[in-house]
Nanobody, 124 residues
Framework: QVQLVESGGGLVQVGGSLRLSCAAS????????MGWFRQAPGKEREFVAR????????YYADSVKGRFTISRDNAKNTVYLQMNSLKPEDTAVYYC?????????????????WGNGTLVTVSS
């Protein structure tokens, strides 16, 4: 089992940047495919990005491609989401997700583990 704790959310102006972190407990972090989802008020939770066990492979939602970068440091049991050129529509609670033994799904159903989320607000 793994526990996930997000940090780094906050209030930022349009065009600004934030870096989210997700710290994972346990010794087997490198066996988890990791990712980020987000949920805006009144909307369903949606996929943002995912990263493979070694960090070699990444995949992004079209809405964030070219602006967000996902990375991981297995020595620190941490996955990051660097968010640049933020837009008001990026406002949401961002959730860290972990999947054991398989590629992280891009739909929230079936995800093994979730963090509690961190709020990102982009103001215009």
């Amino acid at each position: 089992q793994v526990q996930l704790v997000e940090s780094g959310g906050g209030l930022v102006q349009v065009g600004g940047s934030l870096r989210l972190s997700c710290a994972a407990s346990g010794r087997t972090f490198s066996t988890y495919y990791m990712g980020w989802f987000r949920q805006a008020p009144g909307k369903e939770r949606e996929f943002v990005a995912r990263i493979s066990w070694t960090g070699r492979n990444t995949y992004y939602a079209d809405s964030v491609k070219g602006r967000f970068t996902i990375s991981r440091d297995n020595a620190k049991n941490t996955v990051y989401l660097q968010m640049n050129s933020l837009k008001p529509e990026d406002t949401a609670v961002y959730y860290c997700a972990a999947q054991l033994g398989m590629v992280l799904p891009t739909r929230p159903n079936g995800i093994n583990y979730w963090g509690n989320g961190t709020l990102v607000t982009v103001s215009s």
